[in-house]
């Protein structure tokens, strides 16, 4: 597709089983960040991936949180032992390049995860 | 540490009419500022783009306004269309961070007929 993918669209879940999200990026794009938004508030950082670099983590909100991106390209981000408070629809977003003037990051639609 | 903010939850104007929308940010490290509209059960799409170099880029009915001094942006819209009524959020990114995004708060913009 010509844009970014993200499965699946909705997960509802019970406290404390693991989850996976998948996100698809735009193909040839280098770059790809998760970011989560959480009700009545503003997208917030979580990850990201460039090219063959170590991916900065540094906005995972605790341990049981974790990503990976294989081949460069698809991305999974995987929540273990999901709280209530991990309710929150996740963006999974990929721009052609990182340190440039301009960086535009294109969105997907979101997976919308509901934590019982 | 809100480092980027809209003080204005919502906005309401006629159709036809200027929509002015606001957005404040404390790091000075920012060098890239974007705003992105986010319409329901969709992911946000990118509207314009400002480099920290520039104080104004128009594009159509948009038009951004950055004011460094006053750490300021905002994003003008006219005229103002129905079609235009979603959630406006403000972001900004430095290169020295790896150009992730730090977003405010969002505004819903509704454009009255």
């Known amino acids: 597709g010509a844009g970014v993918s993200q499965s699946p669209s909705n997960k509802v879940t019970e406290k404390g089983k693991d989850v996976e999200l998948r996100c698809d990026p735009i193909?040839?794009?280098?770059?790809l960040y998760w970011y989560r938004q959480s009700l009545g508030q503003g997208l917030e950082f979580l990850i990201y991936?460039?090219?063959?670099?170590?991916?900065?983590k540094s906005g995972l909100p605790s341990d049981r949180f974790s990503a990976e991106r294989t081949g460069g390209s698809v991305s999974t981000l995987t929540i273990q032992r999901t709280q209530q408070e991990d309710s929150a629809v996740y963006l999974c977003?990929?721009?052609?390049?990182?340190?440039?003037?301009?960086?535009?990051?294109?969105f997907g639609a979101g997976t919308r995860l509901s934590v019982l | 540490d809100q480092q980027v903010k809209q003080n204005s939850p919502s906005l309401s104007v006629q159709e036809g009419r200027i929509s002015i929308l606001n957005c404040d940010y404390t790091?000075?490290?920012?060098?890239?500022f974007l705003w992105y509209k986010k319409y329901p059960a969709e992911g946000p799409t990118f509207l314009i783009s400002i480099s920290s170099i520039k104080d104004k880029n128009e594009d159509g009915r948009f038009t951004v306004f950055l004011n460094k001094s006053a750490k300021h942006l905002s994003l003008h819209i006219v005229p103002s269309q129905p079609g235009d009524s979603a959630v406006y959020f403000c972001?900004?990114?430095?290169?020295?961070?790896?150009?992730?995004?730090?977003f405010g708060e969002g505004t819903q913009l509704t454009v009255n007929p």
């Open positions: 790091n000075s490290m920012f060098d890239y």
């Open positions: 991936f460039q090219g063959n670099s170590a991916p900065d």
């Open positions: 977003a990929s721009s052609p390049r990182v340190v440039v003037a301009k960086n535009i990051q294109y």
């Open positions: 972001a900004a990114s430095a290169r020295t961070s790896g150009s992730r995004l730090t």
């Open positions: 193909s040839g794009h280098t770059a």
